[in-house]
């Protein structure tokens, strides 16, 4: 059962909820108050739930000393099927087989209003929950509070490593790290251990405990003060990869998660007469325990490049650099002053502004030494396994958020609302330029007519240095520039990208009453953002939406509302990004002949990243709510929604989403309530892409001409150019159903109470393609690759039911019955279980080494007997 | 013939306004709760154990809570002239679709005291503009969840019969850990009001989502862009038929952007599944693109650019 907040408020915050959930399914069993007269609607139409049975004010129990007291504990033991493991069963939730104290709570009430309240569930499990709540009502009430949950990753994951939860994990006896000079011989080793190894579990937990103090000094002044501290532990699927530009012997591993979030809020709010005024302060500080995490790894890896010593086998180990330790503060004002005697109007005025930061000591590309290069030569301090390596050794990210948010609420007559909103949101990446560059190493002369290493580095952006970055724990050299190529090339990362974007959205709204029960509401809008470093700099969107809200049509409310919203936006320059790359300083060859495609392709000119694209919008929402008698309510809703980017040729080019619900609630009686429902949903997005065809040549004639230095950037990425050649289209619909229905039936059968709640979830994705045999996909593929992926598939069921005897009026026996299952079909994880290693070659490092076997079905029937025992 | 229409009201009085009711419950006075519970005796066992009965018996802070029954009804004298007549309805403030109390009157006695705070920008959110009243999601008077005062028994639950889509969303393979208990819809948004669409109670949706996932609010040495313009490119919040919350399946998720050289624009098909042919590819097996790019929220790593360290 939920109980008090512990943290967060409605307005701030995350932690609303204390609960798990074996408790919401014994709340959903107590009896309902038989006294209560005959059910009512909301103002809406829709049927209030009949209360909880309590005592009578004079049937409340009191202490000697004026403590009124009321209490309960449930406890007693499962069996059957409680003890599954499913990974997808158990995803936020944990049980087990055995003896269980699903909940407790006591509460104490005095007549100053003084309380006392202590709750808890879920005793022992990673999902419960405990807190401790007093004070005096109306006056201050401190929380303190404590929380798990579990989150479970997969029950089937193939660990070839011991200490997965740790920031270094050794491979298991039997592998060899760096593998072995027969890459068949690693290959077969790697499966026999796969196959193997028992399954495992991938899961972290949520641990949150705190503590939160709500003061009211009057009815005008409040605040509040809240720390909570969160630490999360465990492992999550993760992988990496190694090569030359990355691609080689990809490796499903695990990422051990061991993290502290240290959460501070505080605030004050005032009310008086016609001045409102909040103010609120937080901060959230996140330490990550395993900052760098180094794994062995089982394959024989050939450096691509980079001259190693040992020759083979130097590549026993990786690394990475995990999330890093961060902090945010965030200070934010409300002001609201009402005007009564003009036009009875309102202002209200938000500033907010806040930082995120991180300044984590960055580390080498490599743990190996001695790594070089053939065109590279390293100055003291350069070794690529050492900091000096790097262009600095901290990250020095810096980001500043500001909102100001401005509503003007006038009412120029007593039937008309209007209201003039203005906001400005920014979110401004200070954070340095990072430039992959070794500032202590330089080029050997390349032209090979000057004996000797050369002092010559390339500048740019205030660095002298060898450009570029060392891939993969130095495994691959392509990411350097002139690393092992002594030729030109225009497309080596040179310096990372930071992003920043200003929002502006202005714009009036209006709210008429038609009549004493039906209002018609306007409401316009433009909304314009602009964005540092993306492809486009500025885009805008106008929203109009009309709405209508009736509440009196017979003894139905209707809600309905349209929306059309238009996005256009400044030019889209498909090769923004080009000073972050080498070819900011390494011109463009000239030379007939040169292949010139890493200067002139960044993209597919056609695509347009669709948070950036042109885009028509329409949204059209119909609800209605009606009491078909007075003990039973009917909602329906429908949804229909379209999105089109009509400047996306390829991309993202349409989206859709569709949904119908209707719902049904009867309650004759307190003994007795009835609900079904059913929600249908179906979406669909289109998209497009040409797949890399011939390269960008100069002085080839491609379809659209001759290849000149001059045209090679537009007809390179342009549709239907040397290398997106229209031939090479093709074309996905992912086209998805859902259908849920629910229904379940509370009954009070004489003194025992019967709880149902069932529900059905089906969900179906269907990603259908289009291609030319022999573009996309050549003739002897397109047999295997048919016209659509298999369907990914969910069916969820789910069946709780318990009926409650009470023996006494104090003490109750609950019989608890749970049948749930899933089946799901996911084609990325078809046969993995039984082939962890997907190889094309055994000669070769395998394609993928694919640990887990992913999500699969259960079914579970478990049982049990609670009793509940009442103060 | 619809109804003549009532005065609006004014806008809501703060709770320290003096103890004027102007024209509210056709100028009705005060009775005392006393009368009110005398018939009302089903009313009050249930209402003794609200938070709101705590507050206006014993420790009030202003005359108006000590009006209990009153504060929120208003003064009830000319309904008791005649109590069970419904053309007498008026004279007092009701809170069910039977009593029929026009909604702003309704809102305007929840505001006398619930105004600023949490509820500073109800005037103007969606739900405001949707006519709602506060009596579409709390009921004040009876113990139906455990706190809140809601009109169900949690706040899910009683979110969901409006917003049946994100009911059917947590139905789904992957989900929010909400229907387990852990968290609830009020987590995420503020149902009274924000200046942040869709209710989200932090200024941007990604300062939201920091909220749980501290560990992505970086800023990292190598961004990802839309991971950096908001979560919701990738991510659908509520459930999704897909792995992780994504809208549609990898490959497919990421080859909505990317088109550049190399595997980008390969179409990735059946054929290349396990089992499917004779050329898998990592690329539609497993974590698909996530299996090389790993860090695809952002990697801290110098080595980082593509996010493979």
Same mark, same amino acid.
């Given at each position: ?72 504990? $449930? ?21 087990? $087989?055995?003896?269980? /104290?699903?909940?407790?709570? /006591? ?39 404590? #929380? ?203 500033? #907010? ?15 190996? +030494? ?38 003007? #609420? ?15 949101? $920014? ?21 090979? +007519? ?14 002298? @240095? ?85 509440? +009196? ?16 936006? #400044? ?80 991309? &993202? ?63 390179? =990425?342009?549709?239907? @150019? ?38 059905? =979830?089906?969900? &179906? ?84 080494? =694919? ?5 699969? +079905? ?14 | ?309």
């Amino acid at each position: 059962r939920a109980v008090a907040s512990p943290f967060a408020t409605s307005a701030t915050g995350s932690g609303t909820t204390l609960a798990n959930k074996e408790s919401a399914s014994a709340a959903a069993s107590l009896s309902s108050d038989a006294d209560w007269p005959a059910a009512k609607h909301t103002p809406t139409g829709q049927l209030l739930k009949l209360p909880l049975a309590v005592p009578k004010p004079d049937e409340i129990k009191k202490t000697a000393s004026g403590w009124e007291y009321s209490g309960q504990l $449930e406890f007693g033991y499962l069996g059957g099927d409680a003890d599954e493991r499913n990974a997808q069963y158990r995803m936020y939730q944990d049980l087990d $087989e055995g003896a269980y /104290l699903n909940n407790f709570s /006591l509460l104490l009430k005095k007549a100053d209003g003084a309380f006392f309240n202590v709750t808890g569930g879920g005793a022992g499990h990673r999902d419960q929950y405990y807190g401790l709540n007093f004070g005096r009502t109306n006056s201050w009430g401190l929380k303190l509070f404590f #929380s798990e949950t579990p989150h479970v990753f997969t029950d089937n994951y193939k660990s070839l490593w011991s200490g997965l939860t740790t920031g270094t994990q050794l491979l298991i006896p039997g592998l060899t790290p760096g593998g072995t000079a027969s890459t068949a011989a690693d290959t077969a080793a790697v499966t026999t251990a796969a196959l193997n190894a028992p399954p495992t579990t991938l899961s972290l937990t949520r641990k949150r405990a705190g503590a939160r103090l709500d003061v009211t000094f009057s009815s005008a002044w409040k605040a509040y003060a809240g720390y909570a501290v969160e630490h999360r532990e465990g492992a999550r699927p993760f992988a990496a990869v190694w090569g030359n530009n990355g691609g080689t012997a990809p490796i499903e591993i695990a990422e051990p998660v061991d993290y502290d979030t240290t959460d501070i809020t505080a605030g004050v709010s005032y009310v008086r007469d016609l001045n409102a005024f909040n103010f609120r302060w937080t901060t959230s500080l996140f330490e990550n325990k395993i900052d760098t995490f180094t794994f062995q790894q089982p394959f024989r890896i050939t450096p691509q490049g980079f001259t190693t010593t040992p020759a083979a086998g130097a590549y026993t180990q990786g690394r990475f650099d995990l999330y890093p330790d961060n902090q945010s503060h965030n200070a934010r004002a409300e002001y609201t002053r009402k005007f009564p005697d003009f036009y009875k109007s309102t202002l209200t005025a938000v500033v #907010s502004a806040g930082t995120m930061r991180q300044n984590d000591n960055l580390i080498p590309y490599t743990h190996l +030494a001695g790594l070089t290069l053939p065109n590279v030569t390293i100055l003291p301090g350069g070794d690529w396994n050492t900091v000096g390596s790097l262009s600095r050794p901290t990250a020095k990210g810096l980001i500043e958020t500001r909102l100001a948010d401005l509503t003007f #609420s006038v009412n120029p007559s007593a039937d008309l609302n209007v209201k003039l909103k203005g906001r400005f949101y $920014e979110n401004d990446n200070n954070s340095d330029p990072y430039y992959a560059v070794n500032p202590n190493a330089v080029y050997v002369d390349a032209d090979a +007519a000057t004996a000797g290493n050369q002092t010559r580095g390339i500048s740019y952006g205030g660095f002298t @240095g060898v450009w570029g970055r060392p891939l993969n724990d130095a495994s691959g050299s392509g990411g350097v520039l002139f690393g092992t190529n002594p030729n030109p090339t225009g497309s080596v990362e040179i310096a990372n990208h930071v992003y920043s974007s200003k929002q502006f959205r202005f714009g009036p709204t209006a709210d008429y009453s038609l009549t004493n029960s039906a209002n018609l509401n306007l409401s316009a809008e433009r909304e314009t953002t602009q964005r540092t470093n993306r492809e486009r700099a500025r885009t805008w969107e106008d929203r109009y939406k009309i709405g209508l809200v009736h509440r +009196a049509l017979g003894d139905s409310t209707l809600r309905a509302s349209y929306e059309f919203a238009q996005r256009r936006g #400044s030019d889209y320059v498909t090769a923004y990004y080009e000073n972050t790359f080498s070819a900011a300083f390494i011109p463009m060859p000239t030379a007939v002949g040169t292949n010139v495609t890493s200067w002139a392709v960044r993209n597919n000119s056609g695509v347009r990243n669709y948070e950036l694209s042109d885009r028509d919008q329409h949204v059209a929402n119909l609800r209605v709510d009606t009491m078909l008698r007075a003990n039973l309510d009917v909602g329906v809703s429908v949804q229909l929604r379209e999105s089109r980017y009509p400047g996306a040729a390829y991309g &993202r080019g349409k989206e859709s989403g569709d949904s119908a619900n209707l719902d049904l609630n009867y309650q004759p009686s307190a003994k007795q309530n009835i609900y079904a429902f059913y929600s249908f949903q179906r979406s669909r997005i289109r998209q497009a892409l040409i797949t890399a065809g011939n390269n960008v040549t100069l002085g080839v004639v491609s379809p659209l001409g001759v290849i000149t230095p001059e045209n090679a950037a537009t007809l390179g =990425s342009q549709p239907g @150019g040397p290398f997106y050649s229209l031939g090479n289209s093709w074309s996905a619909k992912n086209t998805e159903h859902n259908h849920v229905v629910g229904a379940g039936v509370k009954q009070e059968l004489g003194k025992a109470t019967l709880n149902v709640d069932y529900s059905y =979830s089906l969900g &179906r994705s269907r990603i259908t393609y289009h291609y030319g045999i022999g573009g996309a996909i050549n003739a002897a593929n397109a047999v295997f690759a048919g016209y659509r992926m298999p369907d990914l598939a969910t069916d969820i069921s789910y069946l709780d039911a318990s009926l409650r005897f009470p023996f006494t009026p104090r003490l109750s026996a609950r019989l608890v019955y749970r049948n749930q299952w899933e089946a799901i079909r996911d084609w990325h994880y078809r046969n993995l279980a039984a082939t962890p290693v997907v190889t094309n070659n055994v000669n070769n490092p395998p394609t993928i080494t =694919s640990l887990d076997g992913g999500p699969s +079905a259960y079914r579970v029937n478990w049982f049990g007997v609670m009793f509940q025992i009442k103060l | 013939q619809p109804a003549a229409k009532p005065a609006k009201p004014a806008t809501a009085p703060a709770a320290t306004a003096p103890m004027s009711t102007g024209a509210l419950n056709n100028g009705a006075t005060y009775v005392g709760e006393a009368v009110c519970i005398a018939c009302h005796q089903t009313q009050n066992k249930q209402f003794t154990h609200t938070l709101h009965a705590d507050a206006f018996r014993k420790n009030p802070q202003n005359e108006l809570q000590q009006k209990s029954c009153e504060a929120c009804h208003g003064p009830g004298s000319k309904h008791l002239s005649n109590p069970l007549d419904k053309a007498n309805r008026p004279s007092l403030v009701g809170f069910t679709k039977e009593w029929g109390t026009p909604i702003a009157v309704q809102n305007n006695q929840c505001l006398q005291c619930h105004s600023g705070g949490n509820a500073m920008h109800w005037d103007g959110s969606i739900h405001s503009r949707n006519q709602l009243s506060c009596a579409d999601c709390h009921n004040p008077m009876a113990k139906i969840s455990v706190t809140g005062l809601l009109k169900k028994q949690s706040i899910n639950e009683t979110c969901y019969t409006c917003h049946q889509q994100q009911r059917a969303d947590f139905a789904k393979r992957s989900h929010m850990p909400l229907p387990e208990g852990k968290i609830s819809c009020v987590d995420c948004h503020n149902p009274h009001g924000s200046t942040t669409k869709a209710l989200v109670k932090n200024d941007s949706v990604n300062e939201l989502c920091y909220n749980c996932h501290a560990e992505k609010r970086g800023p990292f040495l190598w961004e990802h862009a839309p991971v950096r313009d908001n979560c919701l490119t990738c991510h659908a919040p509520h459930g999704s038929n897909h792995d992780k919350l994504l809208t549609t399946a990898r490959p497919f998720q990421c080859q909505q952007c990317h088109g550049n050289t190399n595997h980008q624009p390969t179409l990735y098909n059946a054929g290349q599944i396990v089992g499917g042919g004779a050329n898998p590819s990592t690329r539609a097996i497993g974590r698909s693109c996530q299996n090389c790019h790993s860090q695809i929220h952002g990697s801290n790593h110098p080595a980082g650019a593509r996010f493979q360290r």
